[in-house]
């Protein structure tokens, strides 16, 4: 094979941002990750000869597909599916489906490509993907999200299966979605297999599996605090969110000592100052899951607790911030204000929440800082866990899930130290999730040849 001629990183992403006009969320996503390969891969001659970051910020393919579906108006409605099929070089693609107005393929590009690190550094055999429509479920009947889930699934069973392609659910996509999908696979394919991960405990789902990514991202913390001597127990946190990652979050910030005080979606955030427990934690899974309401009716129901209109909890005074909602939504500002208020530590239940103007403020106040690939890969590690129970036909119980999910972050965190530590008692977190997610993937695809 001859030997190419370096490129530098600044070449690596104009082609990039020449390939993928228009596509912001991708080229940052790449970006980000190409700072701190290229730093690595310097002296290592044959990465650079195998392109292969070049060829991971390619997806093996990228399926987009017309969804069509009536209202209950009769109306017919037209929505875009897409599937992205990012890597499969160390096992089949794995990643979420997002149902929200701002789909598109730029976001669903990056989400696979950050999977692809993030299923690496789990350990599991699993590679990226990720898919969604723009379709959203927000003041839909039951009955419109079933039809919009069998007309998507119709198409995208011909591009999935338990050795191929196994998505699972994120934002606008729960347990009623999942579960709608999978029936709809199930009627098409006449087979019950693990072809979809946050399944119902009824149908083949896997015990901590909803509490999973909050669950996790909370561990990420405490293990970034304990790797410092420093603990959860007595300390504010704001959060993000009131969905599944944050709930999840919540309970488990609450139940190891941890004050949480705010909660958002996307009209504006909650701030309780007597802290959100687990009472009221329970009211909020009920308000958003079941009443589908909306994170202001918190205010009339709690009357010491303030709602503004519009904003982010950023600036509310805290000791932990954990970003849960979506991407982008933590800018310069925001992450200034935090460590100006004394925030020590950031956990990114969401991915990529925090711009990278505002990664730039928690890597120069050297504050701990624990990127969404790393921090939040509790999902799909139990994702992956549900997909072995499959293949076996068993089920394991809470307690084995949950050492199992305790364990699994641990090994994460580890190897973020492992390629991250900078010496004097700082680990720049992101560069060893990049650094130890790239390795895996990359000496795997080495050894594939060029395919
Ligand atoms: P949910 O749909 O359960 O909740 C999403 C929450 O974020 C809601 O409160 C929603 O508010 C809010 N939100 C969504 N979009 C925006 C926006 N543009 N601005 C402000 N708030 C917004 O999703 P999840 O909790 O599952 O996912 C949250 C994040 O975690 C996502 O980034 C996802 O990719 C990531 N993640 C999820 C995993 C999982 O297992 N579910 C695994 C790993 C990562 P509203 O109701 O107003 O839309």
Request: hydrophobic share 35%; charged share 25%.
């Amino acid at each position: 094979m001859a030997v190419s001629d370096h490129v530098d990183i600044e070449k690596f992403m104009e082609g990039v941002k020449k390939r993928n006009p228009g596509q912001t969320e991708f080229i940052q996503a790449v970006q980000e990750v190409a700072q701190d390969i290229f730093e690595f891969i310097d002296d290592k001659e044959e990465y650079h000869e195998a392109q292969i970051l070049r060829r991971i910020a390619e997806p093996d393919r990228v399926v987009s597909f017309r969804v069509c579906w009536e209202d209950d108006n009769h109306n017919i409605r037209v929505q875009r599916g897409w599937r992205v099929q990012n890597n499969n070089a160390i096992g089949p693609y794995k990643g979420g489906i997002r149902f929200h107005s701002s789909v598109n393929e730029s976001v669903l590009k990056f989400l696979a490509f950050e999977q692809t690190f993030k299923n690496s550094l789990t350990g599991l055999p699993m590679g990226g993907g990720k898919g969604g429509s723009n379709f959203n479920p927000k003041g839909k009947s039951d009955s419109e999200v079933m039809r919009f889930c069998q007309s998507f699934m119709t198409e995208l069973y011909r591009h999935i299966g338990p050795d191929t392609d196994v998505p699972a659910g994120d934002i606008g996509v729960g347990g009623r979605e999942i579960g709608y999908m999978f029936g709809q696979y199930k009627r098409i394919t006449n087979r019950w297999e693990g072809v979809l991960t946050g399944k119902a405990i009824e149908y083949g789902g896997s015990q901590m599996r909803p509490e999973a990514t909050g669950y996790g991202a909370v561990y990420f913390l405490r293990n970034m605090l304990n790797h410092k001597d420093d603990g959860i127990e007595g300390k504010t946190a704001v959060i993000s969110g009131s969905g599944n990652v944050a709930t999840h979050a919540a309970e488990m910030m609450t139940k190891l000592g941890g004050k949480v005080v705010t909660l958002s979606d996307s009209d504006g955030f909650i701030h309780d100052p007597d802290g959100i427990d687990q009472d009221k934690i329970d009211w909020v899974k009920d308000l958003k899951n079941n009443r589908r309401g909306r994170i202001s009716e918190y205010a009339d129901e709690f009357s010491n607790a303030t709602f503004y209109e519009g904003e982010r909890p950023w600036h509310v005074e805290c000791d932990l911030a954990l970003p849960c909602a979506t991407q982008n939504e933590l800018n310069e500002d925001e992450a200034k204000a935090l460590v100006d208020n004394g925030c020590i530590a950031v956990s990114e239940g969401a991915n990529m929440p925090t711009t990278l103007d505002g990664v730039k403020v928690f890597h120069d106040a050297k504050i701990m800082y624990g990127p969404g690939k790393a921090a939040n890969a509790g999902g799909v590690a139990v994702s992956g866990l549900e997909m072995s129970q499959n293949a076996e036909r068993i089920s394991w119980n809470q307690d084995r899930l949950g050492d199992m999910l305790t364990e699994l972050m641990e090994g994460i965190h580890g190897k973020c130290v492992e390629y991250g530590d900078q010496g004097e008692g700082y680990v720049d977190y992101v560069k060893g999730a990049n650094i130890a997610g790239f390795k895996k993937v990359a000496d795997a695809m080495l050894a594939f040849g060029v395919v």
